[in-house]
């Protein structure tokens, strides 16, 4: 059974960093791409970041350009989101996903429950 597990979410205040991590099992990310993805209420789900299997090529949404960067450790499993300079618009909950090297949420079959940020003006 594949899971996808997040963590490091919270209340921060604008300004602030956090770091989610997602950690696998099931699965061995090595032979995927990752991405972390984000849902405010009353909006889709859109793409923050993604990686290819190898840690070699990243991608990012405009809006966290700079100031996010997502990296993984195959040997551990996992795929991580620093996350520095938070602003309000933020806010939202953030998914871990394994698949293509992509930024479509079509892209990725396997999917993490969440973890909630939100970031206070």
């Known amino acids: 059974q594949v899971q996808l597990v997040e963590s490091g979410g919270g209340l921060v205040q604008t300004g602030a960093s956090l770091r989610l991590s997602c950690v696998a099992s099931g699965l061995t990310i090595s032979t995927y791409g990752m991405g972390w993805f984000r849902q405010a209420p009353g909006k889709e789900r859109e793409f923050v970041a993604a990686?290819?299997?190898?840690?070699?090529?990243?991608n990012y949404a405009d809006s966290v350009k700079g100031r996010f960067t997502i990296s993984r450790d195959n040997a551990k499993n996992t795929v991580s989101l620093q996350m520095n300079s938070l602003k309000p618009q933020d806010t939202g909950v953030y998914y871990c996903?394994?698949?293509?090297?992509?930024?479509?949420?079509?892209?990725?079959?396997?999917w993490g429950q969440g973890t909630q940020v939100t970031v206070s003006s």
């Open positions: 996903a394994a698949g293509s090297y992509s930024h479509r949420v079509g892209d990725f079959g396997s």
């Open positions: 990686i290819n299997w190898s840690g070699s090529s990243t």
